[in-house]
């Protein structure tokens, strides 16, 4: 008797949340991983199909804008459905789209399996459902756990490119097409299997646990991975009792909890309508069920531009670089081998970066104050870039990249939890991503024109610089809630 009870504890004890990033992190590993293989393959199929640098980018833009336009209603498929089936989908249609461009013999069939197949399955496995699904989670460790999910993109930028270039060296970029393809069709096994216990909508919280999450997450356990919520005080009491609102101009602001209250909120939500509507009433379009703002409110806001513009300028000068990085090393004297291996040096120190930025925000007064030294580091890479003429000052520069550029995994979405809050994590972050593809889409592209135009990359290198400095000064603009105000789904934090 005395063995089971001790099994029971020692089996409450492993939060499942962790489980989660784990799955995240695989998701990740592969979706990022397989697009930093781009800037190894580009050489190869642009010579075999006989393109430019910009028509080659064009399959890789192509996906990313699949991204941009798919983000918000993957994040509302999370929402409603929850990750395991929208991440073991996006998984499966990923290997396939991989699989088929090794069977490509132009440059539409290449944009067609790669921009198209693959850019919808890749919203399946990508930051949107991963974030999210990790978000539900956590309360005071959301940075840290995002940090950890998120260094998934940095192993498989470190590590997938590399061994692409390996497949490609013996066997051609067909054969490399096909091995990614394997990979992501491995990813379904691991979605299917463990996610399963956060796969429902409106499963009860185990027995014994924190009450205080409500019914309908679309994780069925409780959330924050620290201390009970409310629980340990009185565990009758109403979920959101007490709990002060996002202060977002534009809102009213109204207790949660208490029959009356519930009534008015009931009241404000019928009356009201798009910012005016009160946040507190009861769910649905004109309000988080939880306290949080909808997808509609926060587009209300000025922050979320702010937040957004800001994401598409940094991503188009991040993968700007990272699709042309490795021919523009060649470019400039380089060997290949050494060109590869510096796409594996910056995912190297990107993993470090996440985690250290997502413990940053953690530990910031204001999660958006993690932002600035991540801006700061990846100007400076840009500028070493500029005077890339050696191996050693390409792998300072990958180094520096690498650790900068990792910021934004785990900080942007724990911006959006702070901001907005997590009734509608998924629409927003989504909404916010959509920008983030959308310069990531452009980047490429436009990097690989003025090259075609100019016969260099320094142009298209400045230019990344001036989006770095604008973006910084966007994301100053964005207004956090007040320091007593919390997450709608966490009373504590």
Not at 43 to 60: T, V
Not at 66 to 82: E, H, K, N, Q, S
Not at 239 to 247: A, F, L, M, Q, R
Not at 341 to 354: D, E, H, K, P
Request: net charge positive; charged share 15%; with cysteine.
């Amino acid at each position: 008797m005395r063995e089971k009870r001790k099994g029971r504890i020692k089996e409450r004890t492993v939060y499942y949340g962790w489980v989660v990033v784990a799955v995240a992190f695989l998701a990740m590993f592969v979706n990022y991983g397989v697009r930093s293989t781009q800037t190894v393959l580009i050489k190869g199929f642009s010579r075999e199909l006989d393109i430019g640098r910009a028509a080659a980018s064009l399959p890789f833009t192509v996906c990313v804008l699949i991204y941009a336009f798919l983000a918000p209603v993957t994040g509302r498929l999370v929402d409603r459905f929850g990750p395991r089936w929208v991440m073991a989908g996006g998984a499966l249609l990923s290997g396939v789209g991989l699989w088929l461009c090794s069977r490509a013999h132009n440059l539409w069939a290449l944009t067609f399996f790669f921009g198209f197949v693959f850019g919808v399955g890749g919203n399946g496995i990508g930051l949107v459902p991963s974030n999210t699904s990790v978000a539900t989670w956590f309360r005071r460790r959301l940075g840290l756990a995002l940090g950890l999910a998120t260094m998934g993109i940095g192993f498989g930028t470190m590590i997938l490119p590399r061994l692409t270039g390996l497949v490609q060296a013996h066997y051609g970029w067909r054969a490399s097409f096909q091995f990614l393809g394997y990979v992501a069709l491995a990813l379904t096994v691991p979605v299917l299997l463990f996610l399963k216990r956060g796969a429902g909508k409106g499963e009860e919280p185990e027995e014994g646990s924190a009450s205080g999450i409500p019914r309908g997450e679309g994780v069925g356990m409780p959330t924050a991975g620290d201390e009970p919520l409310d629980a340990r005080e009185d565990g009758r009491r109403r979920v959101g009792e007490g709990v002060p609102t996002p202060s977002v101009p534009g809102i009213k602001r109204r207790k949660v909890g208490g029959e009356g209250d519930a009534a008015s909120g009931a009241r404000g939500s019928r009356k009201g309508s798009g910012v005016e509507a009160g946040i507190s009433g009861e769910g649905g379009e004109d309000g988080g069920e939880n306290g949080g703002l909808t997808l509609r409110q926060a587009l209300a806001t000025a922050s979320f531009w702010y937040l957004f513009l800001g994401f598409v300028l940094i991503v188009v000068a991040l993968y700007g670089i990272m699709v042309h990085q490795v021919p523009y090393a060649t470019d400039r004297g380089i060997s290949r081998n050494w060109a590869e291996w510096s796409v594996f040096l910056y995912g190297a120190t990107s993993i470090l970066g996440r985690v250290f930025f997502g413990r940053l925000s953690d530990r910031t007064r204001e999660k958006k104050n993690a932002l600035y030294p991540a801006c700061f580091i990846l100007a400076a890479s840009i500028l070493l870039l500029l005077a890339v003429d050696r191996t050693w000052l390409l792998m300072l520069f990958a180094a520096v990249f690498g650790f900068g550029f990792a910021a934004y995994g785990p900080v942007i979405p724990a911006v959006c939890a702070e901001v907005f809050g997590k009734a509608s994590m998924g629409a927003i972050f989504g909404a916010v991503t959509t920008g983030g593809a959308l310069g990531g889409a452009f980047g490429p592209v436009l990097t690989g024109f003025i090259f075609d135009r100019s016969g260099s990359y320094g142009g298209a290198w400045i230019l990344a610089l001036a989006c770095v400095a604008i973006s910084t000064l966007l994301f100053a603009r964005v207004k956090v809630m007040a320091r007593g105000d919390r997450s709608p789904c966490h009373p504590e934090g």
